[in-house]
């Protein structure tokens, strides 16, 4: 059996407090699990389940008032990517930090995947990747700029000291899933830059739609869930994830002396105490007696929580 697994965002007002209990009652009673945010701009989310179980759950969210045209991304998993439920009130669905910033009121162009090659081919336009640190470590558009930011809301900061080297550009930005490029779209366009560009539907739909050998893409994608990585046409990529500190693994990680799985990676060998090594040994052995009762591991939990 394999998983569905949608992800979704849609700009619209919501007032959260009164659809919760009842899209949490929905998902669960379609015994569908990941991750839901609501907030008065909208709706982000990321879940899993069977095909009928998933559809339950988008009708229930487009049935809401002025989510109608909520779309979404779908790809596969061989296992359940998430252990559990969770739909949660946020301030913000994706977090810039900065007030006044609505992809309601001013967003930028948007560029499908199958004209996004041009853009990036393009030597008057800056193509920056919106997206954290750890995750355009394991794949990006070629000739892409990364901001090495930490978190989204680390962005306007780093747009403030950068700016100046971008005159006379156009911008194309991208991410994920098309989410933080709504936010960051609108943010420039509110600096006052005058042609902002990003891809529709993110990384995901260029990946699904574009072939690989017309690809500008290079490595694999990182994902919010216990998948970790995809790739081209969605595939389930190499990449593990570190219980430790929730970053991505490479293959070629994997074989350095400080990867222990569950416990460390040579990227966080110096963050965390014996005590806390101590603490996700005993998690490791926990998680590896669940798998053999079937039950789901934690690697989901923890890429999504590295999310919200």
């Not at 007030?99 to 996004?116: C, F, H, K, L, S």
């Not at 403030?160 to 366009?189: D, P, V």
């Not at 990867?259 to 105490?273: H, P």
């Amino acid at each position: 059996m394999s998983y569905v697994v949608a992800a979704f965002y849609h700009f619209a007002p919501l007032e959260p407090e009164l659809h919760r209990e009842a899209i949490a009652k929905c998902a669960c009673s379609a015994s569908v699990r990941g991750t839901i945010l609501l907030a008065q701009e909208g709706i982000n989310g990321t879940i899993a389940g069977t095909r009928m179980g998933i559809d339950r759950v988008l009708a229930n969210l487009r049935n809401l008032p002025g989510f109608e045209d909520l779309d979404w991304k779908e790809s596969a998993a061989e296992e359940m990517p998430f252990r559990r439920l969770k739909v949660r009130l946020k301030k913000e669905i994706v977090a810039l930090g900065i007030d006044g910033v609505d992809p309601n009121r001013a967003v930028g162009t948007y560029i499908e995947p199958e004209e996004w090659n041009a853009v990036v081919d393009d030597p008057d336009t800056v193509v920056i990747d919106t997206r954290n640190d750890y995750e355009v470590q394991i794949g990006t558009f070629a000739g892409a700029i990364d901001p090495q930011t930490a978190s989204f809301r680390e962005f306007p900061d780093w747009w403030r000291a950068n700016k100046a080297q971008f005159e006379g550009k156009r911008i194309a930005m991208f991410c994920t899933g098309g989410i933080r490029c709504e936010k960051a779209s609108s943010y420039l366009l509110s600096e006052g830059v005058p042609e902002v560009r990003h891809l529709k539907g993110g990384i995901l739909k260029y990946l699904e739609k574009i072939n690989p050998e017309e690809t500008r893409w290079d490595g694999e994608c990182f994902v919010f869930d216990g998948r970790v990585a995809v790739g081209h046409g969605l595939a389930e990529g190499d990449h593990m994830l570190c219980h430790a500190c929730g970053r991505p693994v490479s293959p070629e990680d994997q074989d350095h002396p400080d990867y222990v799985e569950g416990i460390s990676c040579a990227a966080c060998m110096d963050e965390y105490s014996d005590e806390d090594r101590a603490r996700f040994a005993e998690r490791q052995k926990q998680t590896l007696l669940a798998r053999e009762r079937g039950e789901t591991h934690l690697a989901g939990d923890l890429a999504q929580d590295r999310k919200v």
